[in-house]
């Protein structure tokens, strides 16, 4: 059984920083790209970034370009994104994703499996 749980999220200032982790069990991790989402209340899911097998290629949507890095450790089937200079319109539930290619990154349609989800708020 294929599991993504994601972690770290929480409530922080406009400014700081988070980092939130994807762990991933019931599938082999180096044969997935991973992406991470995220949804705003009343909005529809949004591609935030994507990480290729063996992290050589990496994809980010303009709106977090810079201020977001996504990485990844096969080791231990983890998946990471660095979330710094957040901001009010950061706020969401972020999201893990795996998919077996890197070519749709941004269609959340494109990913096999997902996590539950873990909450970010940033205040002004």
């Known amino acids: 059984q294929v599991q993504l749980v994601e972690s770290g999220g929480g409530l922080v200032q406009a400014g700081d920083s988070l980092t939130l982790s994807c762990a991933a069990s019931?599938?082999?991790?180096?044969?997935?790209?991973m992406g991470w989402f995220r949804q705003a209340p009343g909005k529809k899911r949004e591609f935030v970034a994507a990480i290729a097998w063996g992290a050589g290629n990496t994809y980010y949507a303009d709106s977090v370009k810079g201020r977001f890095t996504i990485s990844r450790d096969n080791a231990k089937n983890t998946v990471y994104l660095q979330l710094n200079s957040l901001k009010p319109e950061d706020t969401a539930v972020y999201y893990c994703?795996?998919?077996?290619?890197?070519?749709?990154?941004?269609?959340?349609?494109?990913?096999?499996?997902w996590g539950q989800g873990t909450q970010v708020t940033v205040s002004s």
């Open positions: 019931g599938l082999t991790f180096s044969n997935y790209c």
């Open positions: 994703a795996a998919d077996t290619t890197f070519t749709r990154v941004t269609n959340p349609a494109s990913y096999d499996f």
